[in-house]
């Protein structure tokens, strides 16, 4: 068990990513990706799901009988779904109006499922928390880079509205690359995401083969 | 009974759950490798979703709304689905052992499935009447199997493609998702006219 | 036995216990934020009308002088009225209609002689990049619709081009434009069946 919070980073930001890698999560993964902006807020919300799920089911774990343990974490993961889903309800209304049916979704999410079962469930609090987060912010990073990809080539910008979603702070970030009506409208349809996902799982592939490292050919697919 | 029909012609294929939707996407790469196991699966989660469906209505309207605990509902509606996937596994034990045989292995992966989740949210949100949420559902959940048997298929024939090593697995599996999610786009605007 | 009893009383509580916490802390968010998403809701609804009914034509707040009317689809319509000096000048309702994707939302505002000061999509599954034209934020094309009315143009012009109609569609898609010309109509049919008691205090 990996206890060591380098290893913890390293894993949940690159070598374990949860989207490129294990291949969970993918619900949100293709649905909120339309732009760079919605998946970044779709990664941060999962990430702090997943943060503090992860903290929870470690700080009880002893109390959590192995028979139960199921329905507890599902339990667990629902309700730090809800209090997300309140906080940007009434904080981050426009984030939460976009993002819309995929907060309560987050809960049937198989990420933060098999993170608890893998590590939290057997780990000391603080750990588990840094697995939680890391994996989540990798997460994010994944769902920022999809939804880059596919603003940038289907609708010429990247992180459009984050000012509006996000707060005013982010609208530098905002950027345009080819003038309107000028992107490839399928980026952005349903088939770009699959498309765009499967070409960056690719390159994942070919950054790792590059480093000398063996190559994952399938992944990892425990629950459904 | 028109609009009806393109109600459910809509959900199964036009807004389909997992080519338009991006609902239960795990068990859309996860069980497809085979045409058998992905009807088997189908239709495990055919029942599932229906039956849940009916059950999270209720729910939502005799209880949360009732009584105001809307807030309550993503946690309801899971500990719902995961009671509904357990009492759909012990009827089907009773009444068909053959039918347990094929969907059993099956049924504890479906709680976790954001398609049952999300086809009940959506009911709640689409304000519907029991009966066209049970029909929503059911056609939601007809759109779910098909895509599911015809990637299933897909990647039977797949596996005897040569594929360049680097996107062998996941990469060309999204790929072909990617083409199928295109054949699905030919039929928006069929429930319209 | 006994001990496969008292087993299952343990998870039971077990289960219980944490069934019950998180119950409490769920409806403590709940008392905490209910008032800020009230108040979003609320925000939501004045920005949708304040788009179709202009400020100039009421005094009143419209989102608090509402009913509810059926409409011909047995549908529950919520009506808000702006008044000026008690004198209802306006209504705006939502109207439905059918386009490529899915239902077509929009946001209706009608002045007391029955001509149209506004309309708005609020919610649609159109094709973005195409069928979205009909947003205000992409294209001015739903705002040409104001000030037009069931008799201007006449009744059997309500339609876009394609249909014989005077409305143009826009480049890629007439699905799009034919659900809302249609919604609009609609709308504006429903006022008219419901004109008296939409504007009976005047």
């Not at chain 1, 959590?64 to 209304?93: F, G, K």
């Not at chain 2, 398609?115 to 304000?127: D, F, P, S, T």
């Not at chain 3, 998403?37 to 419209?62: M, W, Y």
Request: proline share 3%; aromatic share 8%; charged share 15%.
């Amino acid at each position: 068990m990996p206890s060591n919070y380098k290893t913890i980073i390293k894993d949940g930001l690159w070598d374990n990513n949860g989207v490129f890698s294990m291949l969970l999560g993918m619900c949100p993964t293709m649905a909120m990706t339309t732009s760079a902006t919605n998946g970044f807020g779709m990664g941060l919300a999962t990430a702090a799901v997943m943060a503090a799920s992860s903290f929870l089911v470690a700080v009880f774990r002893k109390r959590i009988t192995q028979e139960v343990r199921i329905p507890v974490y599902i339990l667990i993961v629902a309700a730090m779904v809800t209090l997300v889903d309140l906080a940007m309800n009434a904080w981050m209304h426009e984030l939460y109006k976009v993002l819309g049916l995929f907060i309560p979704l987050i809960v049937s999410n198989c990420l933060p499922l098999a993170r608890l079962e893998a590590f939290a469930a057997r780990s000391e609090a603080l750990p588990s928390l840094a697995d939680g987060l890391f994996m989540g912010l990798g997460f994010t990073i994944a769902l920022t880079v999809i939804g880059g990809v596919r603003e940038i080539i289907g609708s010429g910008t990247l992180f459009a509205d984050a000012s509006l979603l996000l707060g005013p702070a982010f609208r530098s970030m905002e950027l345009r690359f080819l003038p309107a009506d000028m992107g490839v409208l399928m980026m952005v349809l349903p088939p770009g995401g699959f498309f765009v996902t499967g070409y960056l799982v690719v390159a994942k592939r070919l950054l790792d083969l590059k480093a000398g490292k063996e190559i994952q050919m399938t992944g990892a697919h425990s629950v459904g | 009974m028109k609009e009806t029909a393109l109600m459910m012609i809509g959900a199964a294929l036009v807004n389909n759950v997992i080519l338009a939707r991006f609902l239960g996407l795990c068990s859309f790469m996860g069980v497809t490798t085979r045409i058998d196991t992905a009807a088997g699966m189908g239709m495990a989660t055919t029942f599932v979703i229906t039956v849940s469906a009916m059950a999270d209505w209720a729910v939502q309207h005799y209880v949360l709304d009732a009584y105001g605990l809307g807030f309550l509902r993503t946690v309801t509606f899971i500990l719902v689905i995961a009671s509904a996937v357990q009492f759909t596994e012990m009827i089907i034990r009773k009444v068909s052992p053959t039918l347990f045989q094929m969907l059993g292995i099956y049924l504890p992966l479906i709680t976790t499935n954001c398609a049952v989740l999300g086809v009940a949210l959506l009911l709640v949100e689409g304000n519907m009447s029991l009966i066209g949420a049970t029909l929503f559902a059911f056609a939601s959940a007809a759109g779910y199997s098909l895509v599911m048997v015809i990637f299933a298929g897909l990647r039977e024939r797949l596996v005897l493609a040569q594929v360049p090593r680097l996107f062998a697995g996941p990469p060309i599996a999204f790929i072909v998702a990617g083409l199928l999610a295109m054949a699905f786009m030919g039929f928006s605007g069929i429930s319209t006219v | 036995m006994k001990i496969g009893n008292l087993l299952h009383v343990r998870h039971g509580l077990v289960l219980g216990c944490f069934c019950l916490g998180f119950g409490l802390v769920l409806a403590f968010t709940d008392r905490l934020t209910s008032k800020d998403i009230a108040a979003r809701a609320l925000e939501d609804r004045q920005n949708s009308l304040s788009q179709v009914i202009p400020g100039s034509i009421h005094d009143n707040d419209p989102v608090e002088d509402k009913l509810v009317i059926k409409d011909a689809g047995n549908r529950d319509i919520t009506v808000y009225r702006s008044r000026l000096q008690g004198k209802v000048t306006g209504v705006a309702f939502e109207s439905f209609g059918t386009g490529y994707g899915g239902e077509i939302r929009l946001m209706l505002g009608v002045d007391d002689q029955g001509r149209l000061l506004g309309v708005r999509v609020l919610a649609h599954h159109e094709t973005p990049g195409l069928g979205d034209k009909i947003e205000s934020k992409k294209s001015d094309w739903i705002l040409r619709f104001t000030g037009l009315s069931l008799g201007n143009p006449p009744v059997e012009r309500w339609k876009v081009k394609k249909d014989g109609g005077q409305f143009d569609q826009f480049a890629g898609a007439t699905i799009t434009p034919r659900g809302v010309v249609r919604a609009i109509k609609s709308g504006l049919d429903f006022y008219a069946a419901n004109k008296a008691s939409l504007i009976a205090e005047n």
